[in-house]
Nanobody, 113 residues
Framework: QVQLVESGGGLVQAGGSLRLACAAS????????MGWYRQAPGKQREWVAT???????NHADSVKGRFAISRDNANSTVYLQMNSLKPEDTAVYYC???????WGQGTLVTISS
């Protein structure tokens, strides 16, 4: 089994930056793809970005050019660098591992206008 713990959320002004981290523990040798999702108040959870074990990544159109997913395999951590933040980026951000269908507990990101 795998456990995921997110950190790095907080309150920032529009135009600011945050870096989220997702630390994995447990059967991490089986981890390949990792993803970030978010859920805004009153909305469905949506996909934000994915990265595979080779470092290839994809990002949702809504964040492309502003957010960047990366991973540090040595430390079993996946990051989400978020720049040029907008109020509509306000959400709880979750990391997800599809190998074990495991979600982290989420970290709240609030962007003020």
């Amino acid at each position: 089994q795998v456990q995921l713990v997110e950190s790095g959320g907080g309150l920032v002004q529009a135009g600011g930056s945050l870096r989220l981290a997702c630390a994995a523990s447990g059967s991490i040798s089986s981890i390949t793809t990792m993803g970030w999702y978010r859920q805004a108040p009153g909305k469905q959870r949506e996909w934000v970005a994915t990265i595979n074990s080779a470092g290839y990544s994809n990002h949702a159109d809504s964040v492309k050019g502003r957010f960047a997913i990366s991973r540090d395999n040595a430390n079993s951590t996946v990051y989400l660098q978020m720049n040029s933040l907008k109020p509509e980026d306000t959400a709880v951000y979750y990391c997800y591992n599809p190998n074990f269908a495991v979600w982290g507990q989420g970290t709240l990101v609030t962007i003020s206008s």
